[in-house]
């Protein structure tokens, strides 16, 4: 494909369908838990406080509020007991957007920089329908941020930058170490982190980044790849349009294409890597897949996705 020219959808990200999304996310949420009300409650935390969540009860101290005392377990126990709640709280998710220039390569149906933006896309949607405020922070070519909102506006205001960013490609580069270390100031604890990346950036401090934003965040990272770092191409010689110009290579050989696969996904599979190994659950999508399923599962509360 050539990188200049910009077809919305398919080589440029476009504001319209992202917006449009909207009812693919909602239509599958439905289907999925219709019984459930994703209103405030979604999400529990652990503090304690006047809520709707019983937690425990402990021995009733003075100054507890009165209208919480726990009657059975004072009638047992012989002394008085409070009851502790769940208190609610409204959380937030930020979308972590990979802007490196390699993210805008695509052999398959888009490129891989328009179907990061399609699964933040459906994530922002499902996440504003559970009560979520959603944010959005770019690393790599350019280095931005959204302040989270809750609502259609966080979720317009979190897409519209997405957009934005598409529209202005730099050169700039940046350890994606680094962008885990600036999302970690910048997410509030106890908030949600989607990391959508090739993984070109990762770097050897990339797992304990990973280490560290997870014990601040519930961090999950979806991989999206293109069909040449999944499997090797058919036998042949190739062209590829790159800003400086037209590359050929000669890919006849199996030893041939097997280093051309490998060298494309070395950053996507040491990624992977440092995501098991600290623990962090992640799903891996290509240009030409529907994405909603690896979202859901990322989105999932109290699930660690493989």
Same mark, same amino acid.
């Given at each position: 494909?050539?990188? @200049?020219?910009?077809?919305?959808?398919?080589?440029?990200?476009?504001?319209?369908?992202?917006?449009?999304? @909207?009812?693919?996310? +909602?239509?599958?949420?439905?289907?999925s838990a219709r019984t459930q009300v994703?209103?405030?409650?979604?999400?529990?935390?652990?503090?304690?406080?006047?809520?709707?969540?019983?937690?425990?009860?402990?021995?009733?101290?003075?100054?507890?509020?009165?209208r919480a005392i726990d009657w059975r377990?004072?009638?047992?126990?012989?002394? #008085?007991?409070?009851? #502790?709640? @769940?208190?609610? =709280?409204?959380?937030?998710?930020?979308?972590?957007?990979? $802007?490196?220039?390699?993210?805008?390569?695509? $052999?398959?149906?888009?490129?891989?920089?328009?179907?990061?933006?399609?699964?933040?896309?459906?994530?922002?949607?499902?996440?504003?329908?559970?009560? &979520?405020?959603?944010?959005?922070?770019?690393?790599?070519? +350019?280095? &931005?941020?959204?302040?989270?909102?809750?609502?259609?506006?966080?979720?317009?205001?979190?897409?519209?930058?997405?957009?934005?960013?598409?529209?202005?490609?730099?050169?700039? *580069?940046?350890?994606?170490?680094?962008?885990?270390?600036?999302?970690?100031?910048?997410?509030?604890?106890?908030?949600?982190?989607?990391?959508?990346?090739?993984?070109?950036?990762? &770097?050897?401090?990339?797992?304990?980044?990973? !280490? =560290?934003?997870?014990?601040?965040?519930? $961090?999950?990272? +979806? !991989?999206?790849?293109?069909? #040449?770092?999944?499997n090797p191409p058919p036998p042949g010689?190739?062209?590829?349009?790159?800003?400086?110009?037209?590359?050929?290579?000669?890919?006849? *050989?199996?030893?041939?294409?097997?280093?051309?696969?490998?060298?494309?996904?070395?950053?996507?599979?040491?990624? !992977?890597?440092?995501? &098991?190994? *600290?623990?962090?659950?992640?799903?891996? !999508?290509?240009? *030409?897949?529907?994405?909603?399923?690896?979202?859901?599962?990322?989105?999932?509360? =109290?699930?660690?996705?493989?």
């Open positions: 494909m050539n990188p @200049r020219a910009a077809i919305e959808g398919v080589t440029a990200v476009g504001i319209a369908e992202l917006v449009s999304l @909207r009812r693919h996310a +909602l239509r599958a949420r439905a289907g994703p209103l405030a409650g979604t999400h529990a935390s652990p503090l304690r406080g006047r809520g709707m969540d019983y937690a425990e009860s402990r021995v009733y101290q003075p100054g507890d509020d009165a377990r004072t009638a047992r126990s012989g002394h #008085l007991h409070t009851k #502790l709640f @769940r208190e609610e =709280r409204e959380r937030s998710l930020l979308l972590l957007v990979d $802007t490196h220039a390699s993210m805008r390569f695509g $052999t398959r149906t888009r490129f891989k920089s328009v179907q990061a933006a399609r699964a933040a896309a459906l994530a922002a949607w499902s996440a504003a329908r559970s009560g &979520d405020r959603i944010g959005a922070m770019a690393f790599g070519s +350019l280095r &931005d941020a959204v302040t989270p909102h809750g609502g259609v506006r966080g979720v317009l205001g979190a897409l519209g930058a997405i957009a934005r960013w598409d529209a202005q490609p730099g050169a700039a *580069s940046e350890p994606l170490s680094a962008a885990l270390a600036r999302a970690r100031r910048l997410a509030h604890p106890g908030s949600r982190v989607l990391l959508l990346t090739d993984g070109a950036c990762t &770097d050897d401090e990339t797992r304990v980044a990973l !280490i =560290r934003l997870a014990r601040r965040t519930e $961090t999950r990272v +979806l !991989i999206v790849a293109d069909a #040449l770092e999944l010689s190739y062209a590829f349009e790159t800003l400086r110009g037209r590359i050929g290579m000669d890919l006849l *050989s199996a030893a041939a294409r097997l280093r051309f696969r490998d060298a494309l996904s070395h950053g996507q599979r040491a990624l !992977i890597e440092a995501c &098991d190994a *600290s623990g962090t659950g992640w799903r891996r !999508i290509s240009g *030409s897949d529907d994405p909603l399923s690896a979202v859901a599962a990322l989105l999932e509360p =109290r699930r660690v996705a493989r």
